[in-house]
Nanobody, 123 residues
Framework: QVQVVESGGGLVQAGGSLRLTCAASGRRFSVNVMGWFRQAPGKEREFVAG???????YYADSAKGRFTISRDNARNAVYLQMNSLKPEDTAIYYC?????????????????WGQGTQVTVSS
């Protein structure tokens, strides 16, 4: 079993930045791809960014140019640096992990999920 825990959310003004951290523990050596999703009130959970064990990345269009996903394999941690934040980025952000070897963009592509961290961007 793999446990996933997010941190780093908070309240920020539009145009500001936040850095989210996700740490995986347990059978972490089985984890390959890690990703970030988000869910705004009344909306479905959506993919934000993913990163493979080798460092290959993939971003949703909404994240390209503003968000950067990175990974520290020694610590089995993944980070999401979010810049130029907009009010529409307000959501609960979830970290996810999977043993699969491709960066999926759907929730069934991931096996393990964190509890989420709230990000609120004020206008």
């Amino acid at each position: 079993q793999v446990q996933v825990v997010e941190s780093g959310g908070g309240l920020v003004q539009a145009g500001g930045s936040l850095r989210l951290t996700c740490a995986a523990s347990g059978r972490r050596f089985s984890v390959n791809v890690m990703g970030w999703f988000r869910q705004a009130p009344g909306k479905e959970r959506e993919f934000v960014a993913g990163i493979s064990l080798s460092g290959r990345t993939y971003y949703a269009d909404s994240a390209k140019g503003r968000f950067t996903i990175s990974r520290d394999n020694a610590r089995n941690a993944v980070y999401l640096q979010m810049n130029s934040l907009k009010p529409e980025d307000t959501a609960i952000y979830y970290c996810a992990a999977t043993t699969r070897n491709y960066i999926g963009t759907l929730t069934p592509d991931y096996d393990y999920w964190g509890q989420g961290t709230q990000v609120t961007v004020s206008s």
